[in-house]
């Protein structure tokens, strides 16, 4: 059986070869959700994945306005906290101008200095140094977990052409994979003289729910061709190569509730315009389980 299925994959993925155009029998397009079109392009090859993959269910955060208050102590709130915006608890301190704050949602911790603008040339810690700061800050404060792994620090904002701040972002993998999607949010920024300005961090509590059948690769690639995936691109990109393909798990916003945790394949590429210039980076998400 295990020969057959392979012959099966390869058949398909000649077939697959065929239909976008990699021997030369055609342009194929990716249609965007305004309708608009662009020339897709596999530059890469298509990965060969487990045909099961484990899902999760996460577990309701427990958000309340106690629970929140020790959580802000880390930080070295003190006092109560309350209601803050629609969704979200947290607390303040005019002092120092902070605020923490819980997304009840997903539970998803933010902490803002609100003084952010730094002279115009901030003494900002070397990369390395950045990294090690975003580190050991997630730890004194109680968020530091042995499946996040660091990215390197990159440009986190700009003032009048200068950087202003770094930005450390951090990837939790469970079960190997990684967490990606628009609630995959956990990032430190570092500003002058090493001073960590904001924090935004979601860590959900996970139980194992079942096993579930993932699509093939190619059947994935289809889909993102047909529009049937998350994803956009500017109006005047009209060519989108497709770079990478991977396997992660996919968080929706910090602001939604989401119950389970379940694989999608995620392509990653670039989007350039009619003079084959750079616009943008290009992601894009599509389901992978069989339904």
Request: aromatic share 10%; proline share 4%.
């Amino acid at each position: 059986m295990r020969h057959v299925r392979k012959y099966c994959v390869l058949f398909l993925t000649a077939l697959l070869l065929l239909s976008v155009g990699c021997t030369g029998s055609g342009t194929q397009y990716i249609k965007g959700a305004s309708g608009a079109e662009a020339e897709l392009v596999l530059a890469t090859d298509l990965p060969d994945f487990s045909q099961t993959v484990m899902s999760y269910k996460i577990l309701p955060p427990d958000v309340t306005e106690a629970s929140a208050a020790a959580l802000g102590a880390g930080f070295g709130f003190t006092g109560q906290a309350g209601p803050i915006d629609p969704g979200m608890i947290g607390m303040s301190n005019p002092e120092k101008q902070e605020i923490f704050q819980i997304f009840t949602a997903s539970g998803a911790i933010e902490y803002t200095c609100l003084d952010i603008v730094d002279s115009l040339s901030p003494a900002l810690p070397g990369n390395g140094e950045a990294v090690d700061i975003a580190t050991e800050f997630l730890q004194s404060t109680g968020l530091w977990h042995a499946d996040l792994a660091a990215g390197d620090a990159v440009v986190g904002g700009t003032f009048e052409g200068v950087t202003s701040h770094l930005l450390v972002r951090f990837t939790r993998y469970v079960n190997g994979y990684p967490l990606t999607g628009p609630g995959n949010k956990f990032g430190v920024r570092i500003g002058d003289k090493g001073k960590v300005i904001r924090l935004l961090a979601r860590y959900d509590e996970l139980a194992q729910d079942k096993e579930v059948q993932i699509i093939e690769p190619e059947v994935a690639y289809s889909k993102l061709q047909t529009g049937d995936g998350i994803f956009t691109f500017p109006v005047d990109c009209t060519k989108v190569v497709i770079t990478d393909i991977s396997l992660g798990y996919y968080l929706v916003s910090i602001s939604e509730r989401q119950d389970t945790l379940t694989p999608y394949y995620i392509f990653k590429g670039e989007c350039r315009d009619a003079g084959d210039n750079l616009l943008e980076e290009f992601t894009g998400w599509v389901d992978a389980v069989s339904r």
